[in-house]
């Protein structure tokens, strides 16, 4: 996964730093965290520390991703 950090913009790369998501797959737009098991717990984490850092991301998430235990950090 290191090698794929090279395309990812500065507030992402915090973001990852900070959330340390064990599996998560680099997209166009932003990254795709899988696994999760307490994904309302987690969704939320992601949204404190992306409000605190004042990072310009947003998380989305739908059923589609409910499927795979996942949701997504996108640049604004």
């Known amino acids: 996964m290191e090698n794929s950090l090279l395309n990812v913009s500065s507030d992402l790369q915090t973001f990852i730093n900070k959330f340390e998501p064990v599996k998560f797959k ?3 737009k932003g990254i795709e965290v899988r696994g999760i098991n307490n994904m309302h717990n987690n969704i ?3 949204k ?3 409000e605190r850092l004042k990072l310009n991301l947003t998380v989305s998430h ?3 991703m409910l499927s795979y235990k996942g ?3 996108n640049n604004l």
């Open 26 to 28: 680099v997209m166009a």
């Open 48 to 50: 404190s520390i992306i």
């Open 62 to 64: 739908n059923a589609e």
């Open 71 to 73: 949701f997504e950090v």
């Open 44 to 46: 939320l984490e992601a």
